[in-house]
């Protein structure tokens, strides 16, 4: 092979390989342009603007709704209130408190709980009293109270949720706040409706709260835990406990427009006697 024709496969290999490079460099540009204009849409605000700014001090739920594809529960973490719009009769804007913990921001669950127990009707005949635990922000818990205005709910969490949920349920009338601490001994309030989203995990008191939803209950009191799949061995152990204390345990596929596919209902009711 002759010197000039060694350097023209050279030249065509360099050639070849640089056309590659080059069109992956513009395969890589397109798809973080891709990204960070979903980013952009999920968000409502520009990406640069990651602070709680003027700008972005308010998430507006619908919008989020709208363009939800990315099932992150982080996403809501850099807003100090979160607009849902008109609810029941008037508008419900609710508070994020990032001091407080994780229970101080809203996650798809809570909503989700709250759409699927509002939608749900064979509990609300009469005047029932419903009591939600781990309320965190109460998101929950004012939707249900604005959807089913014939319901007294009661919002609770430990004492440094309170302030938190006492401001974000001041304007729904008939929701009131106060604090229990799972697996203490409760007064003798039993409950037609249990609620509770995220609650059931390892870092939290799994037991107690098994004992606190059975005190609570009555023979008709139907509980309903919205679930995740991040927190498997836990629920199934947990479940495995229900079913020592109530007759019917089981899963359901929730009712809202917040489509996490990772998030569904834990139903129970029927409780027995423990003695």
């Given at each position: ?123 609300q005949a009469g005047s029932p009293n419903v009591i939600e635990l781990g309320a965190g922000t109460g998101i929950t818990s004012l939707i249900v ?131």
């Amino acid at each position: 092979m002759t010197t000039s024709m060694m350097q023209i496969e050279r030249s065509d290999h360099d050639h070849d390989a640089y056309d590659d490079m080059m069109d992956r460099g513009a395969f890589l540009r397109k798809l973080r342009r891709q990204m960070a204009e979903e980013d952009e849409a999920q968000r409502e605000v520009p990406a640069s603007s990651n602070d709680d700014t003027a700008d972005s001090d308010t998430l507006c739920y619908q919008f989020y709704l709208s363009v939800q594809a990315v099932y992150d529960g982080y996403k809501h973490v850099n807003y100090r209130q979160i607009d849902f719009g008109i609810v029941g009769d008037s508008p419900l804007v609710i508070a994020q408190d990032r001091t407080v913990g994780k229970g101080g921001f809203v996650w798809d669950a809570a909503y989700i709980l709250a759409e699927h127990v509002s939608r749900v009707t064979d509990w609300q005949a009469g005047s029932p009293n419903v009591i939600e635990l781990g309320a965190g922000t109460g998101i929950t818990s004012l939707i249900v109270a604005r959807q089913v205005p014939q319901a007294q709910v009661h919002l609770t969490d430990l004492p440094q949720l309170l302030p938190l949920m006492e401001k974000n349920s001041s304007t729904t009338k008939n929701a009131t706040a106060g604090v229990l601490e799972w697996g203490r001994n409760v007064s003798g309030q039993e409950y037609d409706v249990i609620l509770g989203a995220d609650v059931i995990a390892s870092i939290y008191d799994s037991n107690g709260l098994a004992k606190t939803i059975h005190d609570l209950s009555h023979e008709r009191t139907k509980i309903y835990l919205a679930c995740e799949d991040r927190l498997a061995g836990s629920i199934e152990e947990f479940e495995d406990h229900m079913r020592s204390l109530f007759d019917h345990v089981g899963r359901s596929k929730p009712n809202s427009a917040n489509k996490n596919p990772k998030v569904w209902i834990l139903e129970i009711s029927g409780k027995r006697s423990t003695q």
